[in-house]
């Protein structure tokens, strides 16, 4: 039931989660409330009169401390992983426009046959990038597809350029490029382990019911409720930045689009002007 559940917070828009754990964390801080109206009216009716609120005092700073401190180390795991896929996409970019200028050194129908694979590899990448989960199955076979087709082509035009110092360097910047694709993949993939979010949502939820309890009057129990609301989001914030398919915070595709347009103003026979002169 509990990997059902997990499964089922995987799925789900964040702003629904974020709203379930805030009912969840209000209905807890609700019960809070109630255990404490019990507690007192039974120590009236003892006559020992109500508890004094300094051992309360400690038990919430102990308590938002910790969650503080639990919330700032994965907000710094989530943005860590954010910056990589950002970084990758501009190594990417770089990677793709570095075989393009090379591949133009080539002689044809190997030069056009691999200019034409990157750039629809390039097209396909950012579209790729922002597709949704379960819409990007048909994107990711076609970018394999290129992949395995771009090698292809580097394998015959390399028959060619065997003998020349060159072929080094056009081979690594190939496989730059399916290097980089792998890596890109793999960042999408990694996360703060799911383990770790389900603990800080049932934080926050025990957190809501010790608030419940410690607060008191109109004024305690709306700033209690206030907090909550605060953490709950900063919670989503980071369960947004782990979702790069799904969530509204992912990674800018401007490096790849930049140079997609500069792949458009560069076709291979922008190159030939001082060779068709030299002949």
């Known amino acids: 039931m509990v990997a059902d559940l997990l499964d089922w917070a995987g799925q789900v828009p964040t702003w629904l989660l974020g709203l379930v754990l805030l009912a969840g964390a209000l209905a807890a801080g609700y019960a809070g409330h109630l255990l404490r109206l019990r507690g007192d009216r039974r120590r009236k009716e003892a006559g020992s009169g109500l508890a004094t609120d300094n051992q309360e005092g400690y038990i919430v700073s102990g308590v938002l401390g910790l969650l503080a401190l639990m919330l700032g180390f994965t907000l710094a795991m989530a943005v860590d992983r954010f910056d990589t896929r950002r ?72 028959e060619t350029i065997a003998d020349l110092d060159f072929s080094t360097a056009f081979i690594d910047s190939v496989n730059n490029v399916v290097e980089l694709d792998a890596a890109r993949k793999a960042s999408r993939l990694a996360h703060v382990p799911t383990t770790v979010l389900a603990v800080l949502a049932i934080y926050i939820v025990v957190t809501g019911g010790v608030l419940g309890y410690v607060l008191t009057g109109t004024r305690g129990q709306l700033a209690g409720a206030f907090l909550i609301a605060l953490l709950i989001f900063s919670l989503a914030m980071i369960i947004d930045l782990e979702r790069p398919t799904m969530g509204s915070i992912v990674e800018s595709q401007v490096p790849m689009e930049l140079m997609r347009k500069a792949l458009e103003n560069q076709p291979p026979e922008v190159f030939d002007r001082w060779r068709s002169a030299a002949k």
């Open 87 to 158: 970084l990758l996409v501009l190594q990417d970019a770089n990677a793709i426009e570095t075989t393009y200028l090379r591949a133009q050194l080539l002689d044809e129908p190997h030069r056009a046959r691999i200019s034409k694979l990157l750039v629809d590899y390039t097209d396909n990448r950012i579209i790729l990038a922002t597709a949704k989960r379960g819409e990007n199955a048909k994107l990711l076979a076609d970018n394999d597809r290129m992949l395995v087709d771009l090698w292809a082509a580097t394998a015959a035009a390399f």
